[in-house]
């Protein structure tokens, strides 16, 4: 801005770049809470329905205080007139985790895709193939013991022959 009133003083005869407004944090804030909250009127009885929590690039961590429930409200912004429009509401959690923990779900996070979703699948192929190496390792086991058998067996029947031979 400062650029921009030295060179309209000293006569702003050069060409200036143009100015572009993006809607702010706190703009997307106030328009998204004034969406959520349409009965925060006199014929609404100034009724709050919804606290903002968080703002991110294309969601807002909101609280919907009559179902008591925390929503990511997924929006769109059109910074060219400087308005927000809601899309689809999802129920989310909010829980409580120590910094080891938080660090671990991160990584469990990044493993999956950078998403939760995925942990019951690959957790259920786990399992699927640890059962499935468990049944090989008992078929392997019980091969390992047939083997013992044959190889006492053979000995047997070599030391049978030798005697049989002499």
Excluded: P
Aim: proline share 0%; hydrophobic share 35%; aromatic share 12%.
């Amino acid at each position: 801005m400062e650029e921009y009133v030295a060179k309209f003083s000293q006569g702003g005869n050069e060409q200036m770049s143009k100015i572009n407004f993006k809607i702010s944090d706190s703009q997307k804030f106030d328009a998204i809470w004034s969406l959520l909250n349409d009965s925060y009127t006199e014929e609404g009885e100034w009724v709050v329905t919804y606290g903002v929590c968080d703002i991110y690039d294309d969601y807002a961590l909101c609280y919907n205080y009559e179902a008591g429930t925390y929503e990511r409200v997924y929006y769109t912004k059109d910074d060219e007139t400087d308005t927000v429009e809601l899309g689809e509401r999802v129920k989310v959690f909010v829980i409580d985790v120590t910094e080891a923990e938080f660090t671990a779900l991160n990584a469990l996070r990044a493993i999956h895709g950078d998403t939760y979703e995925k942990v019951d699948e690959d957790m259920a192929a786990l399992q699927e193939m640890s059962a499935e190496f468990e049944e090989r390792g008992t078929k392997i086991e019980e091969l390992e013991a047939s083997v013992a058998t044959l190889t006492t067996e053979a000995e047997e029947v070599a030391a049978q022959f030798e005697a049989a031979k002499e």
